[in-house]
């Protein structure tokens, strides 16, 4: 192992998304908001969501966090933009089978497979999945809520 | 030049002697723990492979082995830190539970609603909580001496902050998150003239400077073994001896009694009076090794040796374009904490891993450290005596590597 695989996970995907996260912004009427922590490390960030019925009509994030967490989030705000409630599971559950190293079709993820390389550094996952376990947090609850990741 | 013959010294550290992600091993991690030399593992495996038994209780010869062993250890501890009785050294897990006995059993007993603990803004969770846990039970308060941006206390108003109501300042002696030096002995001789008592945190001096707690004049001095090349799970409580003696115990249990009845129970004499059960006693006779070890290189070359690292290793960091030094007191020791711009500190620390360099990313058990400087954490090396100038170097390259990987 060496810079090879640290190109794996700092892909220029996560390189530009953390440069310039998309949907990093307030959402004011948003109907959902989850705020996510990982106190080892100092990320902290906020998901809004905006359900209309069953679908995500817009989701947006607020924070701060390494490379990895940033352009998780950005990445996941992408995603999930106008998926359905449904979806939206099964793509959280593939995000994070495939952070585990569980087999799942690469397809199911489109664009999300660039987040792959974390599942070589264990230490990193929690920071790639913090903002999806905040996301399903506001998807649970009508109210503002915390998650740690630790 | 450093007087230690590092060479040697490594071969004694067999940790150190390895390949992660196929670079040698580059160890800048010992603010958080410290590597441990053959002489301390092999002081305890042979306790256990020869001397195994409980201590202060059997007649027979293992059992007064152990006990000589053990008591050994209290002694080079005592002098490790130039302490007058032997009476006067608790062994605890470390510095954190001595911490904690201190809070709870000279503090509490003779604290009110009201009254005052003083700490420093620079403080580790570890000198934090245990007050502010004691001021949650009495409805004490929690004063705060403040720091200023280079990461020195401010001691502006510091005879202010040492009140009538203040039952005790607790002031770390080295900063983990910033290696900051403390003018601990001018701190006290103030608080002294308020009849206020001192504890000193010395859990990250005690590796890196000769420690005089008699010079010092602090009335409780804490550290633990792990930080100075010994086991986890060890450490030592200095107190007074009068102080001590007025002490209530802090658990109960066997060893820490003369007597027991369902009536009444008579409390051990110093210093076992504060250690209830069976002891870490590998972990005690691992601590006496580690001092042993240190005492024959020579604290004060170690010193020497830590300082020169420092020096460079801030020249060369602070040179690099885009890099910031976090803590720049005119007095440090062995931490050299920085950011690197544009890149958040766990990335920092994920790159210099696959280097094979082992530095600390985060926020130290510091959070007050790094709420203070507006970051969330910062990358950390920290320095012990058997790391070498060309370690330096990877870790400068290991800057750069993160530099080129996020231009």
């Known amino acids: 192992m060496s810079s090879a695989d640290l190109r794996d996970l700092y892909q220029q995907v996560i390189m530009d998304h953390n440069k310039k996260p998309r949907n990093f912004r307030e959402m004011g009427n948003a109907n959902h908001l989850a705020h996510g922590n990982n106190p080892l490390c ?7 969501v905006k359900l209309d019925g069953d679908v995500i009509e817009d989701v947006s994030f607020q924070g701060s966090g390494c490379a990895i967490s940033v352009a998780s ?78 | ?9 490594r071969t004694d550290f067999p940790i150190l002697d390895q390949q992660v992600n196929g670079y040698p091993l580059v160890y800048l991690d010992n603010a958080a723990t410290s590597q441990k030399p053959i002489q301390v593992i092999d002081a305890v495996a042979n306790y256990y492979r020869k001397d195994n038994a409980n201590v202060h209780r059997g007649v027979h010869r293992l059992s007064q082995r152990a006990t000589d062993a053990y008591e050994g250890a209290r002694e080079k501890v005592r002098g490790f830190v130039n302490v007058r009785s032997d009476k006067e050294i608790i062994f605890v897990r470390g510095a954190t539970e001595a911490i904690n006995l201190v809070a709870q059993s000279f503090v509490r007993p003779q604290i009110q609603a009201g009254d005052e603990i003083l700490i420093s803004h620079m403080e580790h969770h570890a000198n934090i909580v245990p007050w502010q846990m004691l001021c949650e039970q009495t409805g004490a308060q929690l004063k705060v001496i403040p720091m200023t941006k280079v990461g020195e206390l401010d001691l502006s108003n510091f005879d202010d902050l040492l009140t009538t109501k203040t039952k005790i300042m607790a002031i770390g002696h080295v900063s983990n998150a910033l290696g900051t030096i403390n003018p601990v002995k001018e701190m006290i001789v103030k608080a002294h003239a308020k009849n206020i ?19 010092l004049d602090c009335d409780f001095y804490v550290f633990s073994g792990h930080k100075m090349f010994a086991p986890t799970g060890i450490g030592a409580l200095f107190g007074k001896q009068e102080l ?77 374009e885009g890099v910031r030094i976090i803590g720049t007191a005119k007095e440090k020791a062995s931490v ?21 360099v082992a530095i600390r990313t985060g926020h130290h058990c510091a959070q007050p450290v790094m709420q203070f400087y507006g970051i969330p954490a910062t990358a950390r090396a920290s320095f012990a005596f058997y790391n070498t100038m060309d370690e330096i170097d990877d870790l400068v390259a290991g800057i750069k590597k993160v530099q080129e990987l996020f231009a």
Request: hydrophobic share 40%; net charge negative.
């Open chain 1, 73 to 150: 989030a950005s990445l996941m705000t992408e995603a999930l933009k106008g998926k359905t409630l449904t979806e939206a599971e099964t793509l959280y559950e593939s995000v994070h089978k495939q952070m585990t190293g569980e087999d799942i079709e690469q397809s199911a993820l489109g664009k999300l497979e660039v987040l792959s390389g974390v599942k070589e550094f264990p230490a990193r996952v929690k920071c790639a999945t913090l903002s999806w376990h905040t996301m399903h947090a506001a998807l649970d609850s009508d109210h503002d809520i915390s998650v740690t990741t630790e």
């Open chain 2, 1 to 9: 030049m450093s007087k230690l013959d590092l060479h040697t010294i």
């Open chain 2, 244 to 320: 001590l003696e007025e002490m209530p115990p802090w658990q109960g249990g066997g060893d820490m009694i003369l007597s027991v009845s369902f009536e009444h129970t008579q409390y051990n004499e110093l210093p076992y009076k504060f250690e209830a059960g069976t002891p870490n006693i590998s972990g005690a006779i691992g601590m006496g090794a580690a001092i042993d070890y240190m005492q024959n290189l020579g604290i004060a070359n170690l010193a020497q040796h830590e300082h020169d690292l420092l020096i460079t290793a801030t020249e060369k960091v602070s040179a690099i």
């Open chain 1, 42 to 48: 100092g990320d902290a960030l906020v998901v809004f």
């Open chain 2, 336 to 356: 050299l904490s920085f950011m690197i711009e544009g890149v958040h500190p766990h990335d920092v620390g994920t790159i210099f891993d696959q280097q094979g």
């Open chain 2, 197 to 215: 008592p001192v504890l000193v945190d010395g859990a990250q001096a005690v590796p890196h400077m000769v420690v005089d707690v008699q010079d």
